[in-house]
């Protein structure tokens, strides 16, 4: 076991995680723990862009009201006013970094996705917008003296005493280091690794939202899970996901017989909110008992895809599609959670000490469904956030350190890791995926109760880990759509397809209340 004894830290190097640490970094030593290489995060993967309302034909009021719409009544609108009024000031100091958009000419390039009555979404290298914020911010973050960062280096717990964070445990190969801190910032992105098929890179295992839960911190909004429409879906290749640019510029959904569907289903068409298309897309699929439906971009100019897409048109050439000259087969994915740690307007969560920022966070912006490109901006603006307000928290003396003994993995236990997770995963698209009902929710709670025992163990071993948390994640997702009797936003009831009663308010989850099955119980 290793001590460390640090002013902040902060879990995971994505764009929120990134930012929070150069505005800690102001006020004292910061250590940034990733359980990956530095890079690796959906940051990374980033496709069709960043949301600012910077273009002359765009306002902020607008790209509020554009919000505020898509998180269909369920934004907190204090939240959403300070990531659109502070998103322009965080891009033009990103852009004085050295980040480079495209242009078309000397002017910043807007493209359109689906929900926005503007275009206002920029993008980089055509559809490698978060790659470009990661580099930018990952040179930042390397030229400042008192950021050390401690890449592989996995975060299991929170040191906890009387109620405030004093830090965290996180493991080294199979070392633990005892790391205590004045503030500690969670920053570890989504859990879309929790659903079979899915948008994320391997990462997103949902481990912040069980960190945080099982330390007493308040969760939120964890029934709403985005499903991007538009996946790759080809046996032998990943679930690569093709930018919603490509319907901004253009593109068409078809079915297999090759006919467009979507103006049956919204006036917006292709460019309708993600939750409506995606289930478009489903109901099509089950008419057409197919698997899949097609995006067309091969009436679009094909010079034009190749330089737009580069990334997308490369990556698909790989697996033999020609997107200039063949549609592409594609189906829904889990991309996105809306719900996560509660956070007030500084990204400080309910227990002293804690903050978090990003895709593990609820600040409120996002509501019941995300607009489009508004979280890459959403970890610029309140990962500033966070940081400049957790740089002010003064050093809590720790009374001492709680034994925290690690469990190691069995070969039994590690044998069926790999079974158990690839189960969870079909068990929570199946039965808690885009149309969930009371029945099928229920089912899914049965089967992941199973194996509940592994959420109760202290593993010493990553993906031992990642399956603890990702039943965890899974466990709330679950509980909090089974407790939510109506259809908004991306959550879906095909039993209660209404609003239902009291449907404006948000579901909070700690782990002390009856909604939640006995799990995590660790003493
Ligand atoms: P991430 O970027 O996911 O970073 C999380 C970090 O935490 C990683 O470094 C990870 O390794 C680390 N971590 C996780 N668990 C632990 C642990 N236990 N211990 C230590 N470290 C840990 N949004 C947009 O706004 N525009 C887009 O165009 C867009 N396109 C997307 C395309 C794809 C394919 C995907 C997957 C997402 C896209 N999104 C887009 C969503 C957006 O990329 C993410 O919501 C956002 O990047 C999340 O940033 P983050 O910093 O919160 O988390
Ligand atoms: C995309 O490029 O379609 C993803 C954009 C996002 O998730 O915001």
């Not at 275009?119 to 470009?132: I, K, M, N």
């Amino acid at each position: 076991m290793q001590m460390i004894d640090t002013d902040f830290i902060v879990i995971g190097s994505g764009v929120a995680g990134l930012r929070a640490a150069i505005e800690l970094a102001k006020k004292g030593n910061v250590l940034i723990a990733t359980k990956d290489a530095p890079k690796e995060s959906s940051t990374e993967y980033a496709q069709g862009g960043v949301a600012v309302a910077l273009s002359d034909e765009d306002e902020v009021g607008i790209h509020f009201e554009d919000t505020i719409k898509a998180g269909d009544g369920l934004c907190r609108e204090a939240a959403v006013k300070k990531l659109v009024e502070e998103g322009p000031e965080r891009i033009l100091e990103l852009i004085e970094w050295g980040a480079e958009f495209d242009k078309e000419g000397t002017k910043l390039d807007f493209t359109l996705e689906g929900a926005h009555s503007r275009r206002r979404v920029l993008h980089a290298h055509g559809d490698s917008t978060g790659r470009e914020l990661e580099r930018v911010l990952t040179a930042k973050v390397s030229h400042i003296k008192n950021i050390k960062s401690l890449p592989f280096c996995l975060a299991l717990d929170l040191i906890v005493e009387d109620n405030v964070c004093k830090g965290a445990y996180l493991l080294k190969g199979r070392e633990l280091l005892v790391v205590t801190s004045a503030a500690t910032v969670i920053a570890t992105g989504g859990a879309g690794q929790v659903f079979s098929r899915t948008t994320n890179p391997a990462v997103t295992t949902g481990d912040g939202v069980a960190i945080a839960y099982r330390a007493g911190a308040l969760l939120e909004d964890m029934e709403f899970i985005q499903f991007h429409p538009t996946a790759l879906y080809a046996p032998s290749a990943p679930q690569f996901l093709l930018s919603e640019a490509i319907r901004g510029e253009g593109g068409l959904l078809r079915n297999i017989h090759r006919d467009t569907f979507m103006q049956d289903y919204h006036p917006d068409r292709e460019l309708a909110s993600r939750d409506i298309v995606s289930r478009a897309i489903m109901s099509e699929m089950v008419k057409t008992e197919s698997n899949h439906v097609y995006l067309d971009m091969t009436h679009l100019d094909a010079a034009y895809i190749k330089k737009r897409f580069p990334r997308i048109y490369t990556t698909c050439l790989r697996y033999d599609i020609d997107i200039t000259k063949e549609m592409v087969p594609v189906s829904p994915a889990a991309h996105y959670m809306m719900g996560g740690i509660k956070t007030d307007l500084d990204g400080a969560a309910s227990l002293k000490g804690l903050f978090a920022a990003g895709e593990v966070s609820c600040t409120g912006v996002h509501g019941a469904n995300r607009l489009a490109s508004n979280s890459l901006l959403e970890g610029l603006v309140y990962g500033y956030r966070a940081g400049s307000v957790a740089a002010g928290t003064s050093n809590q003396q720790i009374k001492s350190i709680p034994d925290y003994r690690l469990d190691h993995v069995t070969s039994a236990e590690a044998g069926k890791i790999e079974e158990i997770r690839s189960l969870v995963r079909r068990v929570m698209w199946e039965k808690t995926g885009i149309i969930r009902c009371e029945k099928s929710l229920n089912e899914a709670i049965a089967k992941l109760s199973n194996y509940l025992p592994y959420t109760r163990k202290r593993f010493d071993e990553r993906s031992a880990v990642e399956l603890s948390n990702m039943l965890t994640a899974a466990m709330l997702i679950t509980c909090a759509a089974l407790k939510r009797k109506g259809s908004v936003g991306a959550h879906y009831r095909s039993d209660f397809k209404a609003q239902g009663e009291g449907w404006n308010s948000h579901i909070s989850i700690h782990r002390d209340m009856d909604m939640m099955p006995d799990m995590y119980r660790r003493e």
